[in-house]
């Protein structure tokens, strides 16, 4: 049985639970073989988060986040399972923005983060709730198909990949010591007027994965399903290190 977590102290919890039952019985028909039982929990405590193989850190608003989990004395276990533990955790949007090492546009004195990707965010990247939208993806780790429709809410991007920067010798030699490296998994034309090219709006680094976007307020399942065959397989061969084994 393997049992994966949904951080609830705020956001879009109930969403990714009922996305992740879904996936969990794709995946089980698409496998010849039997695939593993799994249980779907709500985390809010310390207690709660060690029974987990498996995290996600859901949408809603990455302040509030980090100080409900300071008071509840899970910032630090969360930092435990995600960076000492390796074990595999997906962000959305303000999930993203906790995992991240570094956020910029943030208030007055900061905030508190996870980390697990050597990344910085720009948070709110689109303005605000107003300026919310629906935009679609291709997501080259996703099999061919419809793009993806993803809904962005206040959404965050990434606005540098600190590893491979230039001058951040220490930062490398930590990753090079995890052995693996940021990878982009997915970008989105930048809004007219703030420059060419793309956003980074999702990425994976090792065992923690990232994405700008909610993928649990769509009724499409395939990230949820792909993200969930990444920790079977990952678990499978005992695995610290998710990329290894896609
Ligand atoms: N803007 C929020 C933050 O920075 C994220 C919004 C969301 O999760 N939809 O935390």
């Known amino acids: 049985q393997i049992t994966v977590g949904v951080l609830a102290l705020q956001g879009g919890v109930i969403e990714h639970i009922s996305l992740l039952q879904k996936a969990a019985a794709q995946l089980s028909s698409q496998s010849s073989t039997p695939t593993p039982q799994f249980s779907f929990i709500q985390v809010r405590t ?94 080259p780790f996703l099999e061919e198909g419809e793009p993806f429709r993803g809904v962005f809410i206040r959404a965050p991007v990434v606005e540098e990949i600190i590893s491979s920067g230039p001058g951040t010798a220490e930062v490398d030699e930590v990753a090079k010591l995890k052995g693996n490296q940021v990878e982009v998994m997915g970008t989105y034309p930048k809004p007219q007027g703030t420059g060419e090219g793309e956003d980074i709006v999702a990425v994976r680094q090792g ?28 678990l499978k061969s005992g695995g610290r290190d998710v990329q290894a084994q896609s």
């Open 46 to 139: 310390a207690a709660q988060l060690s029974q987990c193989d498996a995290l996600i850190i859901p949408g809603g608003e990455s302040t509030t986040m980090a100080i409900v989990a300071r008071r509840l004395g899970l910032l630090d276990p969360l930092r435990e399972f995600v960076k000492v533990q390796h074990k595999p955790t997906w962000g959305t949007c303000a999930g993203l923005v906790m995992l991240a090492s570094a956020a910029s546009a943030t208030k007055q004195g900061g905030q508190e983060l996870i980390g697990g990707l050597d990344v910085k965010v720009l948070r709110n990247r689109y303005g605000t709730q107003l300026q919310s939208f629906v935009g679609d993806l291709r997501l």
């Open 207 to 234: 065992n923690v994965f990232g994405t700008s976007f909610h993928p649990e307020l769509t009724d499409d399942v395939r990230i949820h399903t792909w993200w969930l065959k990444q920790v079977v397989e990952g």
